[in-house]
């Protein structure tokens, strides 16, 4: 599926790679466990948010398409199902090792540029440095 999906030659497909990024939300902590629930936690809080700004800012009349949304981005899905979703499509969590090997797994299968979401909601600064600091000296090494 995807890019190969669009009938492009290998050169194509290249630069195609090249031009673009995938992004996901990024959370490195001392164990997988804290990591999951760390950034379950945060991302509750950044999709009441996000649902909050929708309804409060979009016009009266303004309905998503379905097509478009998703078990993160419907509103009528509860949490209990939008973060497992959020978290096992568009996350890579857990210890160093961990998420080196999640990244390693994108590298392999083509993706060349990886836009970081580091920051969630009510995430302390404390927070979001520490896990910062263990994706650049303890994962980032490893793809230079």
Same mark, same amino acid.
């Given at each position: 599926?995807?890019?190969?999906?669009?009938?492009?030659?290998?050169?194509?497909?290249?630069?195609?790679?090249?031009? /673009?990024?995938?992004?996901?939300?990024?959370?490195?902590?001392? /164990?997988?466990?804290?990591?999951?629930?760390?950034?379950?936690?945060?991302?509750?809080?950044?999709?009441?948010?996000?649902?909050?700004?929708?309804?409060?800012?979009?016009?009266?009349?303004?309905?998503?398409? @379905?097509?478009?949304?998703?078990?993160?981005?419907? @509103?009528?899905? @509860?949490? /209990?199902?939008?973060? @497992?979703?959020?978290?096992?499509?568009? /996350?890579?969590?857990?210890?160093?090792?961990?998420?080196?090997?999640?990244?390693?797994?994108?590298?392999?299968?083509?993706?060349?540029?990886?836009?970081?979401?580091?920051?969630?909601?009510?995430?302390?600064?404390?927070?979001?440095?520490?896990?910062?600091?263990?994706?650049?000296?303890?994962?980032?090494?490893?793809?230079?």
């Amino acid at each position: 599926a995807g890019i190969d999906a669009g009938g492009h030659d290998a050169a194509k497909k290249a630069r195609l790679l090249a031009q /673009s990024a995938l992004w996901r939300n990024v959370y490195v902590a001392e /164990s997988n466990a804290q990591a999951e629930d760390e950034l379950s936690e945060f991302l509750v809080e950044t999709r009441a948010h996000m649902m909050h700004v929708r309804e409060a800012y979009n016009p009266p009349d303004f309905t998503p398409d @379905p097509a478009a949304l998703n078990a993160w981005t419907d @509103p009528k899905v @509860p949490d /209990s199902e939008a973060i @497992p979703f959020v978290l096992s499509t568009g /996350s890579l969590y857990g210890t160093p090792a961990r998420v080196r090997e999640q990244v390693a797994e994108l590298r392999d299968v083509g993706v060349q540029h990886l836009l970081c979401q580091t920051g969630f909601g009510a995430m302390s600064h404390e927070h979001n440095i520490t896990s910062m600091r263990r994706f650049g000296e303890q994962v980032m090494p490893a793809f230079s």
